[in-house]
């Protein structure tokens, strides 16, 4: 802009200059042209009065740079101080020979064939009827401006340079108060007048801008806020598989940190069914993978985002289905252990009354057959009856109603229950400690210190003893111990007997009759009320097993 305002600025100044110019030469033209003239005047007024006196003489006599010419009244050239007279045609056609003539001056311009140039004359009729005729050489404009040509030159160079500098300087000063304009804040800038609707139309405009920054500002902190929060890990991707957006669940799923500017999705995992299922979300297509990262399982769903029907990006949401995969494992284990575990007994009852069917038993031993198909059923109904437990904790045991619940009299009650079992096994079965409350369902309660007590009898010897013992703890819990003084668990089953269908001696589980549910229940039991299980044994000694319940208020 400073340089246009400048070339602006120059043209003006030029077009001016020439203008000027040429207007003066003009102006001198004229000036010269009129001073020839009255100079001419006087002259051949003097030359007129000169010849009145002395005739021929005077002309023979004068020097003068003008062509005198002197002409006879019937137009013959008498005296010419440049051309030979005699030779020179009449004169009385002239113009100002015959304005001479009749009015006795006469002036006249024209071009002089004699001369060959543009020329002025001057004519004076004498007292005797002659004419004398002065000429001169009209300089022409274009020999005026050459005889003018240096002084005109140095005028316009300086000119030219003066007006140079004060273009420059001009457009500078002009451009000086736009250039220190505050576009941010358009408000407090004083400027030119003409400036201020523009100046408002900017803050306005900046104001909405802000206005709209903010939003979305607020808009993204939302979005962010929320995505974070989510369990679920969220990817968007751009064409090229680059991440647009992700929020802190992916990178936790994923198990990577948070990446440093634009990087590849392929950058975060390079495992083969995460390649594929980005790979086919980009070419457009929708895909499924189950990842397994960090010894977590993860399902990756993959969705490509279209723009006018063709692939433009893909989101992918990851989730951690780590739990229900497990759930899923040991829902199948624990059908096909079911399976297993009913089979045997009926197996054995099929085959004992395959037997009796045929006949082939003598009548004494009926009673015996009898005997095994009822311990048999036994086990059957037992398992049924733990399978049933175990289902009902599993549906809905939190639905329970809880109420108050004395451990203290839940083991004495678990304890009368297996009083005859305690007897026939030969072991003593002791209930100590002090009344203590917990908020609890009752019947889950029930089957945990049961399940305890009848474990500790059946993994006992003859002799042995029980001691369950229930006690406020010192932060205002309570604690049930059941320990016994039988065969103990050897330290690498401890943490595996609370598994469905583990069983430390399987071959020995048939005769004490344990079906390998108990201790599932106990566990599950105490998830349910938030306890804590500690397990201590040691083989040929014994086992001790305590339930440590959380404080209620
Ligand atoms: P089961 O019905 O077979 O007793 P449990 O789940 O109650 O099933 O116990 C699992 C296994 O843990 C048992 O088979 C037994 O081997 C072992 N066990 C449980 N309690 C005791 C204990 N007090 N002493 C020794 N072994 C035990």
Same mark, same amino acid.
């Given at each position: 802009m400073t340089a246009k305002l400048f070339r602006t600025s120059m043209a003006v100044a030029v077009s001016v200059m020439v203008l000027s110019i040429a207007l003066f030469m003009g102006m001198l033209y004229q000036y010269f042209s009129d001073q020839m003239m009255t100079e001419l005047e006087s002259e051949t007024w003097l030359v007129s009065h000169g010849v009145e006196l002395d005739g021929m003489d005077y002309l023979n006599g004068l020097h003068t740079t003008s062509r005198v010419t002197w002409v006879a009244a019937d137009g013959t050239v008498l005296y010419d101080n440049e051309a030979d007279a005699s030779t020179m045609e009449n004169h009385a056609d002239r113009e100002e020979i015959r304005e001479a003539l009749t009015s006795e001056t006469g002036t006249a311009q024209r071009f002089s064939s004699t001369l060959s140039e543009q020329t002025l004359y001057?004519?004076?009729?004498?007292? +005797?009827?002659? $004419?004398? *005729?002065?000429?001169?050489a009209q300089k022409t404009v274009g020999l005026l401006l050459i005889s003018m040509i240096q002084p005109i030159l140095i005028i316009l160079v300086l000119s030219l340079l003066l007006s140079a500098v004060l273009a420059s300087r001009l457009s500078k000063g002009l451009i000086k108060p736009i250039l220190s304009l505050d576009l941010e804040h358009p408000e407090d800038c004083e400027t030119y007048d003409e400036l201020t609707p523009l100046l408002s139309r900017l803050k306005r405009q900046n104001d909405t801008i802000q206005q709209q920054m903010n939003?979305?500002?607020?808009?993204?902190t939302e979005f962010a806020a929320?995505? +974070? &929060?989510?369990?679920? !890990?969220?990817? #968007? #991707? +751009? *064409?090229?598989? @680059? $991440?647009?957006? @992700?929020?802190?669940?992916? /990178?936790? /799923?994923? !198990? $990577?940190?948070?990446?440093?500017?634009?990087? &590849? %999705?392929? %950058?975060?995992? *390079?495992?083969?069914?995460? *390649?594929?299922?980005? +790979?086919?979300?980009?070419? !457009?297509?929708?895909?499924?993978?189950?990842? @397994?990262?960090? !010894?977590?399982y993860c399902k990756l769903l993959a969705n490509p985002v279209l723009a006018d029907g063709k692939p433009a990006g893909a989101v992918l949401v990851l989730l951690d289905v780590t739990e229900q995969e497990q759930r899923d494992e040991l829902r199948r284990e624990f059908t096909a252990n079911v399976s297993h575990e009913l089979k045997t007994p009926l197996t054995s009852i099929s085959g004992i009354a395959e037997i009796m069917q045929s006949g082939m038993v003598k009548p004494e031993d009926i009673q015996s057959f009898a005997g095994d198909i009822y311990q048999e059923a036994q086990r059957l109904i037992a398992l049924v009856e733990d399978i049933i437990r175990l289902s009902r904790l599993d549906e809905g045991a939190e639905s329970l109603e809880r109420e108050p619940v004395n451990l203290l009299s839940i083991a004495q009650d678990v304890a009368r229950r297996l009083d005859s079992a305690a007897q026939k096994a030969g072991v003593?079965?002791? $209930?100590?400690?002090?009344?203590v409350e917990v908020r609890g369902i009752p019947s889950v309660l029930d089957e945990?210190?049961?399940n305890l007590c009848d474990n500790a009898i059946k993994y006992n010897h003859p002799g042995g003893t029980v001691n369950v013992t229930v006690a406020p703890t010192d932060d205002g819990s309570a604690e049930v111990t059941v320990e016994d003084t039988g065969i103990g668990i050897p330290v690498e089953d401890q943490s595996r007997v609370f598994e469905r269908f583990y069983r430390v001696d399987k071959s020995h589980s048939k005769e004490i009759g344990g079906t390998g549910l108990g201790l599932s229940i106990v566990k599950h039991g105490a998830s349910l009320h938030g306890a804590q299980i500690h397990m201590d044994s040691q083989v040929g000694r014994g086992t001790s097993v305590q339930l440590l319940f959380p404080h209620h208020e």
């Amino acid at each position: 802009m400073t340089a246009k305002l400048f070339r602006t600025s120059m043209a003006v100044a030029v077009s001016v200059m020439v203008l000027s110019i040429a207007l003066f030469m003009g102006m001198l033209y004229q000036y010269f042209s009129d001073q020839m003239m009255t100079e001419l005047e006087s002259e051949t007024w003097l030359v007129s009065h000169g010849v009145e006196l002395d005739g021929m003489d005077y002309l023979n006599g004068l020097h003068t740079t003008s062509r005198v010419t002197w002409v006879a009244a019937d137009g013959t050239v008498l005296y010419d101080n440049e051309a030979d007279a005699s030779t020179m045609e009449n004169h009385a056609d002239r113009e100002e020979i015959r304005e001479a003539l009749t009015s006795e001056t006469g002036t006249a311009q024209r071009f002089s064939s004699t001369l060959s140039e543009q020329t002025l004359y001057v004519t004076q009729r004498l007292s +005797d009827g002659t $004419v004398i *005729r002065l000429a001169s050489a009209q300089k022409t404009v274009g020999l005026l401006l050459i005889s003018m040509i240096q002084p005109i030159l140095i005028i316009l160079v300086l000119s030219l340079l003066l007006s140079a500098v004060l273009a420059s300087r001009l457009s500078k000063g002009l451009i000086k108060p736009i250039l220190s304009l505050d576009l941010e804040h358009p408000e407090d800038c004083e400027t030119y007048d003409e400036l201020t609707p523009l100046l408002s139309r900017l803050k306005r405009q900046n104001d909405t801008i802000q206005q709209q920054m903010n939003l979305l500002k607020q808009r993204q902190t939302e979005f962010a806020a929320l995505t +974070d &929060n989510m369990s679920e !890990g969220f990817l #968007l #991707l +751009d *064409r090229q598989g @680059h $991440v647009l957006s @992700h929020n802190s669940g992916a /990178l936790r /799923l994923l !198990g $990577v940190e948070e990446p440093e500017g634009e990087v &590849n %999705v392929l %950058v975060l995992n *390079r495992e083969e069914p995460f *390649r594929q299922a980005v +790979d086919e979300a980009l070419s !457009g297509k929708r895909s499924q993978q189950m990842l @397994h990262l960090n !010894g977590r399982y993860c399902k990756l769903l993959a969705n490509p985002v279209l723009a006018d029907g063709k692939p433009a990006g893909a989101v992918l949401v990851l989730l951690d289905v780590t739990e229900q995969e497990q759930r899923d494992e040991l829902r199948r284990e624990f059908t096909a252990n079911v399976s297993h575990e009913l089979k045997t007994p009926l197996t054995s009852i099929s085959g004992i009354a395959e037997i009796m069917q045929s006949g082939m038993v003598k009548p004494e031993d009926i009673q015996s057959f009898a005997g095994d198909i009822y311990q048999e059923a036994q086990r059957l109904i037992a398992l049924v009856e733990d399978i049933i437990r175990l289902s009902r904790l599993d549906e809905g045991a939190e639905s329970l109603e809880r109420e108050p619940v004395n451990l203290l009299s839940i083991a004495q009650d678990v304890a009368r229950r297996l009083d005859s079992a305690a007897q026939k096994a030969g072991v003593t079965l002791k $209930v100590m400690g002090l009344s203590v409350e917990v908020r609890g369902i009752p019947s889950v309660l029930d089957e945990m210190v049961y399940n305890l007590c009848d474990n500790a009898i059946k993994y006992n010897h003859p002799g042995g003893t029980v001691n369950v013992t229930v006690a406020p703890t010192d932060d205002g819990s309570a604690e049930v111990t059941v320990e016994d003084t039988g065969i103990g668990i050897p330290v690498e089953d401890q943490s595996r007997v609370f598994e469905r269908f583990y069983r430390v001696d399987k071959s020995h589980s048939k005769e004490i009759g344990g079906t390998g549910l108990g201790l599932s229940i106990v566990k599950h039991g105490a998830s349910l009320h938030g306890a804590q299980i500690h397990m201590d044994s040691q083989v040929g000694r014994g086992t001790s097993v305590q339930l440590l319940f959380p404080h209620h208020e």
